[in-house]
C-alpha cells in the first residue's frame, strides 16, 4: 500500500506564498505520473498540476498557470507545488495524488490519495 503525506499547508495572505510537499513511500508499476488537487467547501475536488514520472511533462489548470509550480526531487519520491501570488479562492484543502494516467490528470486514474492539507488565503 502506498502511502502519501503531504505537509507545508497554512494560513497565508492574499499575495503570499506557500509550499506543499509530498512523500510517497513507494513507486508502482502503475504509477505513470503525480499531482496535486485541491477541494475547496461545497465544491467537487478539481486538478491544479501533474507532473509525470520522468518530470519531462507538468500540467496546470488554467485557474493556477503562471502562478503555481509543480516538481519532484532526483529521487522522485517527493512532489512540490510552489504557489505564489495566492488568491483567497485558492482556499482548499490540497491532496496529493499517484496516477495511472498523464496530462491533466482525472480522478478516476487516481491509484493513491494522500491525507490532505488545508490552505487558507485571506483577503
Do not use: H
Not at 24 to 40: D, V
Not at 54 to 62: H, I, K, L, V
Request: contains cysteine; hydrophobic residues 35%; positive net charge.
Amino acid at each position: 500500500q502506498v502511502q502519501l503525506v503531504e505537509s507545508g499547508g497554512g494560513l497565508v495572505q492574499a499575495g503570499g506564498s506557500l509550499r506543499l510537499s509530498c512523500v510517497a513511500s513507494e513507486r508502482t508499476i502503475s504509477t505513470f505520473a503525480m499531482g496535486w488537487f485541491r477541494q475547496a467547501p461545497g465544491k467537487e475536488r478539481e486538478f491544479v498540476a501533474a507532473i509525470d514520472w520522468s518530470g519531462s511533462r507538468t500540467t496546470y489548470a488554467e485557474s493556477v498557470k503562471g502562478r503555481f509550480a509543480v516538481s519532484r526531487e532526483n529521487a522522485k519520491t517527493t512532489l512540490y507545488l510552489q504557489m505564489n501570488n495566492l488568491k483567497p479562492e485558492d482556499t482548499a484543502v490540497y491532496y496529493c495524488a499517484d496516477s495511472s494516467e498523464t496530462g491533466r490528470l482525472t480522478t478516476p486514474r487516481i491509484n493513491y490519495w494522500g491525507q490532505g492539507t488545508q490552505v487558507t488565503v485571506s483577503a
